[in-house]
């Protein structure tokens, strides 16, 4: 199949100056260039177009776009990242709506919301280190280890928090399907994850994951939080890592 700039542009709702610009980026580069200059884009092409769109949709720059389209050679994977990151986005949508219904109704009384009530559905600091406190003080009570929450990026956690919910399905997803835990195709999903931590501030090796899924399999904290999402996950994890 060959689309030219011009259909393509039509198809897709993207004008063909936006396509000129995904070409000299190297962003959206055509399957073929014709004699005459036409560019034209095959299946691949318009399957990277759209994720391209799903990704501009959820206000990530194009520069970010591209980095992470060519490390996501799995389309699957993409898509159900790129879901996820919309399902997080409704989430928040619907809790600010009941916040501001629930504003309306306090100010149509006349009345002073609770300070609290106010800015529900905004993620912030203090909402992480809620979260965090139960993890926090099992660390300090157990291996007197202080997991400092004094200073958190919000958006640094809520990225982190997406990948690791990404990360966990995926693999709680292999188990369930029964592959095993020298599969290339979870191999290659670990790998990956480990790519995006160490590219995100976190540096970790596969000897360092080694250890950690050890941890949280020897640990009844981290244990319980992971086989709560599936049986047998805690385990699963450290057979995979010892296996990479």
């Not at 993207?14 to 005459?36: A, Q």
């Not at 299946?43 to 389209?69: A, G, S, T």
């Not at 990404?166 to 480990?194: C, E, I, P, W």
Request: glycine content about 4%.
């Amino acid at each position: 199949m060959k689309v030219t700039v011009k259909d393509l542009s039509h198809i897709a709702g993207v004008s063909i100056k936006t396509l000129y610009h995904y070409h000299k980026i190297g962003l959206l580069i055509p399957n073929e260039i014709g004699e005459t200059g036409y560019r034209y884009y095959g299946v691949e092409e318009l399957n990277r177009l759209q994720e391209i769109l799903f990704y501009k949709e959820l206000d990530i720059p194009l520069l970010e776009i591209k980095n992470l389209l060519d490390e996501e050679s799995n389309r699957v994977g993409t898509l159900e990242k790129q879901m996820m990151l919309f399902e997080k986005k409704i989430e928040k949508y619907h809790q600010l709506i009941k916040t501001i219904k629930l504003s309306l109704e306090y100010t149509k009384k006349g009345e002073n919301m609770d300070n609290k009530l106010m800015f529900n559905g905004f993620e912030t600091e203090e909402e992480w280190k809620s979260a965090l406190e139960k993890q926090k003080t099992h660390l300090q009570e157990k291996y007197n280890f202080d997991l400092n929450t004094d200073s958190i990026n919000v958006n640094d956690m809520n990225k982190m928090a997406i990948e690791a919910k990404n990360f966990t399905d995926r693999m709680t997803g292999f188990l369930r399907n029964g592959a095993k835990y020298n599969d290339s195709s979870v191999h290659d999903v670990v790998k990956q994850h480990l790519k995006f931590l160490n590219k995100n501030g976190h540096t970790i090796s596969k000897e360092d994951y080694v250890n950690q899924t050890k941890f949280f399999l020897q640990d009844d904290f981290h244990r319980e939080m992971l086989e709560k999402q599936q049986i047998g996950l805690s385990y699963y994890l450290l057979a995979v890592a010892e296996n990479l």
